[in-house]
């Protein structure tokens, strides 16, 4: 999972044209979802959100840990470039619930000069609503609050806290499983340092290639902000393939292309594991998370 839910002064950290007419499109088929990967009874196989910025409508088995985490890296310019290194820490608080911890690792280099420190912390929970509804699949909602943990003058965060809420539906065609997210975020301060209100949208695939690797594709989207710090569009486009080492570990790599107003091409690469239970008795059937 790349980080969504706050936006970075310089590009997308965070997360409808006509993509939007798209993600309608997906939103009125019907079925059940899945993650990035085939839905496995098994709490202790990984349910990647990495690589993609969409995250999927499934939770972690209730007492079991799951963590993301990996690099990107993005040219900006001759004498600039960016590396950031997320982590994410899934938690199952429930049957159909999960927190999500997400600090981060920024590091900046300008015209020689290096800089370097954590962006703004994110706690999510993620609440899936239903499974197989009529039109929206597997359906979850994740409201999220944003901490200014990152320096505001050196680009690293926002300045303010925040809170954002994102709609997630989940559909399996056959073997490709599709995330579709819309989200909306509010940050407070004058709006002088990063926009009160800012959305997001993304449409993510997944399908199987052979044996154990799988390869995603997602195209995703920041539309345009007004105020002192408006930015325009973002338009970008995500690929790479996935290896799942073994069930509880899947490892991706890959990379995100411009469309418009994303900037250089940035190159990433990640792992998902999943820990293993840390209280609760063993989960049993597949329908409990």
Not at 57 to 64: D, M, Q, R, S, Y
Not at 130 to 135: E, F, G, K, R, S
Not at 150 to 157: F, K
Not at 178 to 203: C, E, F, H, K
Request: aromatic content about 6%; overall charge positive.
């Amino acid at each position: 999972m790349m980080i969504r839910h706050a936006c970075s002064l310089r590009g997308p950290v965070c997360r409808l044209p006509v993509a939007a007419a798209v993600a309608l499109a997906l939103l009125c088929l019907p079925g059940r979802a899945l993650a990035q990967a085939p839905a496995i009874p098994d709490p202790h196989a990984a349910q990647p959100e990495r690589p993609t910025v969409a995250t999927h409508a499934h939770t972690v088995a209730p007492g079991w840990i799951e963590i993301e985490t990996g690099a990107q890296r993005q040219q900006e310019g001759a004498l600039a470039d960016r590396l950031l290194v997320p982590l994410v820490v899934k938690i199952g608080l429930g049957a159909r619930v999960q927190f999500d911890l997400v600090p981060a690792f920024e590091r900046d280099v300008q015209s020689g000069r290096v800089g370097s420190g954590i962006t703004d912390v994110v706690l999510a929970v993620k609440w899936r609503v239903a499974d197989a509804a009529p039109v929206l699949g597997t359906f979850a909602i994740q409201p999220a609050v944003s901490l200014p943990t990152g320096s505001s003058s050196a680009g690293r965060g926002t300045g303010s806290a925040g809170v954002n809420l994102l709609a997630i539906s989940s559909h399996q065609l056959g073997p490709v499983a599709v995330d579709v997210n819309v989200g909306y975020t509010r940050l407070g301060g004058d709006g002088s340092i990063a926009p009160q209100n800012s959305t997001m949208w993304t449409v993510s695939t997944g399908f199987p290639v052979a044996g154990r690797v799988a390869w995603v594709a997602e195209i995703y989207g920041y539309p345009g902000t007004s105020g002192p710090s408006g930015a325009r569009p973002v338009v970008a486009f995500l690929t790479g393939p996935t290896l799942a080492v073994r069930p509880s570990l899947v490892l991706d790599a890959g990379a995100i292309f411009d469309v418009a107003g994303f900037g250089g091409t940035a190159v990433y690469a990640g792992l998902t594991w999943n820990i293993g239970r840390a209280w609760g008795a063993p989960t049993r059937q597949a329908a409990t998370w």
